[in-house]
């Protein structure tokens, strides 16, 4: 497909895993929409993280805030955080993935406490770290994508994504699609 599409005029930036970064005008875009070997197209975007004191705005802290955990504490619970990885000995992960190609390290301290809030409301949970944040504080939504599609084929039962961007077309953007597919699993989704 990669031949194909350079040879109908498409200028590819790189490529990764299953998919392409190219650079193409409007109306090429409109002629590649109907293309079977094209399973999807959008925009990718730059993807930060959120400030950790966002879920204070949310009356979350009351989650965290608990003196003890709920009844279940999470025994039988998979919850993946997509973040910026743990880099933390009071959380026991049970896979760790790097979408950045830095390393699983936490430089920015925030994937981490977010799962010492979760560790800590679900104690008996396995916790998986999905790293899409690299050093400089910005990720790629398509490897958001990558990793709520991780989370769905390892049969995760709560997603939470510490992440956020500004999303033009949202609805029908490709990280919406993949969190609308999630729901569809059975996930819920906490972003």
């Known amino acids: 497909q990669e031949r194909v599409l350079k040879a109908i005029g498409v200028q590819i930036e790189s490529s990764e895993d299953h998919a392409l970064f190219v650079s ?18 959008g925009p990718d975007f730059t993807i930060q993280l959120l400030p950790l004191n966002g879920a204070l705005e949310t009356n979350a802290e009351s989650l965290f805030a608990l003196r003890s955990p709920p009844v279940n504490q999470g025994n039988g619970i998979t919850i993946t955080l997509i973040d910026s990885g743990v880099t933390t000995s009071r959380v026991r992960i049970e896979n760790e993935i790097d979408f950045t190609g830095e390393g699983k390290l936490d430089v920015h301290d925030h994937g981490s406490k977010i799962a010492e809030h979760i560790y800590a409301i679900t104690p008996n949970a396995a916790i ?20 709520i599609e991780w989370a769905i084929e390892n ?19 490709m990280l919406s699609g993949a969190v609308k597919k999630a729901v569809d699993a059975g996930i819920m989704v906490v972003a």
């Open 128 to 147: 998986n770290s999905l790293k899409i944040v690299s050093s400089t504080g910005e990720g790629r939504a398509y490897h958001v994508v990558q990793a």
């Open 24 to 41: 193409l005008s409007w109306k090429m875009l409109q002629k590649l929409r109907d293309k079977d070997y094209i399973s999807s197209l």
């Open 155 to 173: 049969r995760t039962n709560i997603i939470v994504l510490g992440v956020g961007g500004t999303i033009s077309n949202c609805g029908s953007d």
